[in-house]
């Protein structure tokens, strides 16, 4: 079974502060990791994939397999990076995108 | 907005009716995924289709539940009976078969309350 937790519900930061979302899966084969973010009163969008390797927003994402981790980070959090972020797995063979979401952490960047 | 569409955006019903949610994904989009979301959680796997073909189907899509997407295009998916633990945000997503980044992209929902 393939599961996905992110134990903190809600994160504050200060704006400029560093941000780190963390994120924890289970899953015994090779997973691809994800992170979606919610921008209040806007769809559900993929901000990035652990493959790609590569900084949206300022935002990273290491995949750590001996940890099971793939925690976001950032080094200077903006206002406007206060989202719902929900990080996701597919474990499935590459024939579909079924994806395992988390539960969620909801960021506040406060001014 | 050529995105995913959803309709009804919020449906309140009574307990025991039939409720159909719609979805029109990406035109060139040929799989198209169902998930339920419940407060304070993530959003859950329900169904998908590749093309008109439904090719898997979660534990959680009881036999109240049923979707169905003809011609591959449009999908409905319907639920009979409800039960206030039906109550939920029903999200639909689509992509392409032959996407290299895997991305999903999603619909602004049905909200569905069960009274």
């Known amino acids: 079974a393939q599961r996905v937790t992110q134990p903190e519900k809600l994160l504050s930061v200060f704006k400029g502060a560093p941000v780190e979302l963390k994120c924890n899966y289970s899953?015994?084969?090779?997973?691809?990791l994800f992170w979606y973010v919610q921008y209040s009163r806007q769809r559900l969008q993929l901000l990035l994939r652990?493959?790609s390797r590569e900084s949206i927003k300022g935002f990273t994402a290491d995949l750590n397999k001996g940890e099971t981790s793939f925690h976001l980070k950032k080094p200077f959090a903006q206002e406007e990076d206060s989202a719902m972020y929900y990080c996701?797995?597919?474990?499935?063979?590459?024939?579909?995108?079924?994806?395992?979401f988390g539960s969620g952490t909801q960021l506040t960047v406060l001014p | 907005d050529t995105g995913v569409s959803q309709d009804p955006r919020h449906k309140i019903t009574k307990r025991g009716q039939n409720v159909t949610f719609r979805c029109d994904p990406i035109?060139?989009?040929?799989?198209l995924y169902w998930y339920r979301q419940t407060l304070g959680q993530g959003p859950e796997f329900l169904t998908y289709?590749?093309?008109?073909?439904?090719?898997?189907k979660s534990r959680l899509l009881s036999d109240r539940f049923s979707a169905e997407r003809p011609k591959g295009s449009f999908s409905t998916l319907e639920i009979q009976r409800t039960e206030q633990g039906d109550s939920a945000m029903y999200l639909c997503a689509s992509s392409r078969y032959d996407s290299y980044t895997g991305e999903l992209f999603f619909g602004e929902g049905s909200r569905l309350t069960v009274l």
């Open positions: 899953y015994s084969g090779s997973p691809e």
């Open positions: 996701a797995l597919s474990g499935a063979s590459g024939s579909a995108r079924q994806l395992t």
């Open positions: 035109s060139e989009h040929n799989r």
């Open positions: 289709f590749q093309n008109e073909a439904q090719l898997e």
């Open positions: 652990h493959i």
